[in-house]
């Protein structure tokens, strides 16, 4: 769909997130959903991030503490196991790194440039003290 | 309806705060958030006492500020609901931020607006400072001389808010004290006649159609946000006089009792004549009658719609007029009254050679009495008569200490 107009907003400025009707949204997942453009989903916010999250999965217990506290619903969880994180949306706050419970980290943050199987491959080991 | 009517007389006696809380229980208010304030707090018990004896199927959401109230009725609203709130003065204050919120958003929230003075120094009393204060707000500005009008003037509010050509907020003002707390006998509708009149609520875009979820509340910059106040501006300018028009011409249907955009009285021959709002207009009219008594020609002319400002309507009511005066209550606080400037900008591209002059009056609650608008009037004469202002152009009237005049 060709992006909005000046003129073609409706009145009071208000935003469809969908294109049309939709039915049964809680069973779709999101990247299921036919977002309109007018709806976040469809916009990457990703260079608001200046650290971003890396995921380990080898010590994740699947607590879903992440999910929970994510404030832009970036932690992507499936049948209760996180499998990533929504890039488009993480602002890199941290938030999903320090809740995490899991000894070491199973999320940590790093800078933005950082790549991922790197610093996945020298990990942090298990703090002995901190136990 | 799954509640209970209420059986009234053809006459009762109500107060304007009454008044306006019975015609929001007639038109059946679906969400109203409010935070007490006098003198308008009777009019959200109202509701709430209504509500909670079986008269209303709706939620009252108390809150802790006015500020919240008005929050709460943007969310409701948005949701898809019939709202209305009320609040005075100092909670109207408090509600600016929203206020624009709202009407920016084409929510058609009602508001009661229970006018009164603003602090400091603090005062309870009945001036005009907080209609004055949302008048660039968007919103349409209703106003009533009497409990009679607070009560049809909340029912035309909701028919011309809710219109989906319209989508603007309301606000029905009323003078705090004076009108808010004088009962006096009025004709109210029946249930079923003033809910017909209103109508169903039809919702537009309301956040409830799970199956069209849409978004309230965005976020314009440069590129957006001068075509979306354009947009607005465009149809309070074009759409919302007519609206009002066609919706008094339907309430007189039923009801009998005529509104204009602007109330005229004795004006067809008259001279000279004073422009004001509230429950000075009645006072006014009265003391005309009686200069007529006495051979002076004399009218007054009542706003009825603040805003969108019946800007040819006034041309057309003041044309003939030798002497007009702009009665204020509300201090310009560093420039002429509101009313004399509307009344100059509407004038100044005309033939009209009215002399034109300024008064503040009756702040905080001051009394304008029937031997002040005689002193007025006389003035006025002198002024006809002499073919010029004979005094300053900015006047008070029942204020003490040596003669302020200004201009």
């Given at each position: 769909?060709?992006?909005?107009?000046?003129?073609?907003?409706e009145?009071?400025?208000m935003?469809?997130?969908?294109?049309?009707?939709i039915?049964?949204i809680?069973?779709?997942?999101?990247?299921?959903?036919a977002?309109?453009q007018?709806?976040?989903?469809?916009?990457?916010?990703?260079?608001?991030?200046?650290?971003?999250?890396?995921?380990n999965?080898?010590?994740?217990?699947?607590?879903?503490?992440c999910?929970?506290y994510?404030?832009?619903v970036?932690?992507?969880?499936r049948?209760?196991?996180l499998?990533?994180?929504?890039?488009?949306?993480?602002?890199?706050?941290?938030?999903?790194?320090e809740?995490?419970?899991?000894?070491?980290?199973?999320?940590?943050?790093?800078?933005?440039?950082?790549?991922?199987e790197?610093?996945?491959?020298?990990?942090?080991?298990?703090?002995?003290?901190?136990? | 309806m799954?509640?209970?009517?209420?059986?009234?007389?053809?006459?009762?006696?109500?107060?304007?705060n009454?008044?306006?809380?019975?015609?929001?229980?007639?038109?059946?208010?679906?969400?109203?958030?409010?935070?007490?304030?006098?003198?308008?707090?009777p009019?959200?018990?109202?509701?709430?006492?209504?509500?909670?004896?079986g008269y209303?199927?709706g939620?009252?959401?108390?809150?802790?500020?006015?500020?919240?109230?008005?929050s709460?009725c943007?969310?409701?609203?948005?949701?898809?609901?019939?709202?209305?709130?009320?609040?005075?003065?100092?909670?109207f204050a408090?509600?600016?931020?929203?206020?624009?919120?709202a009407?920016?958003?084409?929510?058609?929230?009602v508001?009661?607006?229970?006018?009164?003075?603003?602090?400091?120094?603090?005062?309870?009393?009945?001036d005009?400072?907080?209609m004055?204060?949302?008048?660039?707000?968007?919103?349409?500005?209703?106003?009533?001389?009497s409990?009679?009008?607070?009560?049809?003037?909340?029912?035309?509010?909701?028919k011309?808010?809710e219109?989906?050509?319209?989508r603007?907020?309301?606000?029905?003002?009323?003078?705090?004290f004076?009108?808010?707390?004088?009962?006096?006998?009025?004709?109210p509708?029946?249930?079923?006649?003033?809910?017909?009149f209103?109508?169903?609520?039809?919702p537009?875009?309301?956040?409830?159609?799970?199956e069209?979820?849409?978004?309230?509340g965005?976020?314009?910059?440069?590129?957006?946000?001068?075509?979306?106040?354009?947009?607005?501006?465009?149809?309070?300018m074009?759409?919302?006089?007519p609206?009002?028009?066609?919706?008094?011409?339907?309430f007189?249907?039923?009801?009998g009792?005529?509104?204009?955009?602007v109330?005229?009285?004795d004006?067809d021959?008259?001279?000279?004549?004073?422009?004001?709002m509230?429950?000075?207009?009645?006072?006014a009219?009265?003391?005309?009658?009686e200069?007529?008594?006495n051979?002076?020609?004399?009218?007054?002319?009542?706003?009825?719609?603040?805003?969108?400002?019946?800007f040819?309507?006034?041309?057309?009511?003041?044309k003939?007029?030798?002497?007009?005066?702009a009665?204020?209550?509300s201090?310009?606080?560093?420039?002429?009254?509101?009313?004399?400037?509307?009344?100059a900008?509407?004038?100044?591209?005309?033939?009209s050679?009215?002399?034109?002059?300024?008064?503040v009056?009756?702040?905080?609650?001051?009394?304008?009495?029937?031997a002040?608008?005689?002193?007025?009037?006389?003035?006025?004469?002198?002024n006809?008569?002499?073919?010029?202002?004979?005094?300053q152009?900015?006047?008070?009237?029942?204020?003490?200490?040596?003669?302020l005049?200004?201009?």
């Amino acid at each position: 769909m060709a992006k909005k107009g000046w003129d073609e907003f409706e009145i009071g400025a208000m935003l469809r997130t969908f294109d049309g009707k939709i039915d049964d949204i809680a069973a779709t997942r999101q990247e299921d959903r036919a977002y309109s453009q007018n709806s976040s989903y469809t916009a990457s916010v990703a260079d608001w991030r200046l650290i971003k999250p890396i995921f380990n999965k080898d010590y994740c217990i699947d607590c879903q503490f992440c999910w929970v506290y994510c404030p832009d619903v970036s932690i992507i969880s499936r049948d209760k196991k996180l499998i990533g994180v929504d890039m488009d949306h993480c602002k890199g706050c941290g938030i999903c790194v320090e809740v995490c419970p899991t000894n070491p980290k199973s999320l940590l943050m790093f800078p933005e440039q950082a790549d991922e199987e790197t610093e996945i491959a020298s990990w942090p080991k298990k703090d002995e003290e901190e136990a | 309806m799954a509640f209970d009517k209420m059986e009234l007389r053809d006459i009762e006696v109500w107060d304007g705060n009454f008044a306006a809380a019975q015609a929001m229980r007639q038109a059946q208010i679906d969400v109203v958030a409010a935070y007490p304030i006098t003198p308008s707090t009777p009019i959200v018990e109202g509701y709430a006492q209504f509500l909670a004896d079986g008269y209303i199927e709706g939620e009252f959401v108390m809150v802790e500020s006015e500020h919240a109230a008005m929050s709460g009725c943007i969310g409701a609203a948005a949701a898809g609901g019939r709202v209305a709130t009320a609040t005075s003065s100092q909670g109207f204050a408090l509600m600016v931020e929203t206020l624009y919120q709202a009407s920016g958003m084409r929510l058609p929230i009602v508001l009661n607006l229970v006018n009164r003075a603003l602090a400091s120094p603090l005062n309870v009393n009945g001036d005009h400072s907080d209609m004055y204060l949302g008048r660039d707000s968007g919103w349409i500005q209703f106003d009533a001389y009497s409990p009679q009008e607070a009560y049809d003037l909340n029912l035309i509010a909701f028919k011309v808010a809710e219109d989906h050509d319209i989508r603007l907020p309301a606000m029905v003002n009323q003078d705090g004290f004076l009108t808010s707390h004088t009962a006096q006998g009025l004709k109210p509708l029946s249930d079923d006649a003033a809910y017909a009149f209103v109508g169903e609520f039809k919702p537009m875009n309301d956040m409830l159609d799970f199956e069209h979820p849409v978004t309230h509340g965005v976020q314009t910059e440069e590129d957006w946000h001068f075509e979306h106040k354009a947009r607005q501006h465009n149809d309070l300018m074009v759409k919302v006089l007519p609206k009002i028009k066609e919706v008094f011409a339907d309430f007189e249907k039923i009801s009998g009792r005529k509104y204009n955009l602007v109330e005229k009285y004795d004006m067809d021959d008259a001279d000279i004549c004073v422009v004001c709002m509230g429950s000075s207009v009645e006072t006014a009219r009265e003391v005309a009658s009686e200069m007529r008594a006495n051979g002076i020609k004399a009218g007054v002319v009542g706003i009825r719609v603040l805003r969108p400002i019946p800007f040819f309507e006034i041309i057309e009511a003041l044309k003939d007029i030798k002497a007009i005066a702009a009665l204020d209550r509300s201090s310009p606080n560093g420039a002429a009254g509101m009313l004399f400037n509307e009344i100059a900008g509407a004038l100044f591209n005309t033939d009209s050679k009215a002399l034109l002059s300024g008064y503040v009056y009756g702040l905080g609650g001051r009394d304008l009495t029937k031997a002040h608008l005689v002193a007025l009037f006389k003035e006025l004469q002198a002024n006809a008569d002499a073919g010029k202002i004979t005094t300053q152009l900015q006047q008070f009237i029942g204020v003490r200490g040596p003669k302020l005049a200004y201009l």
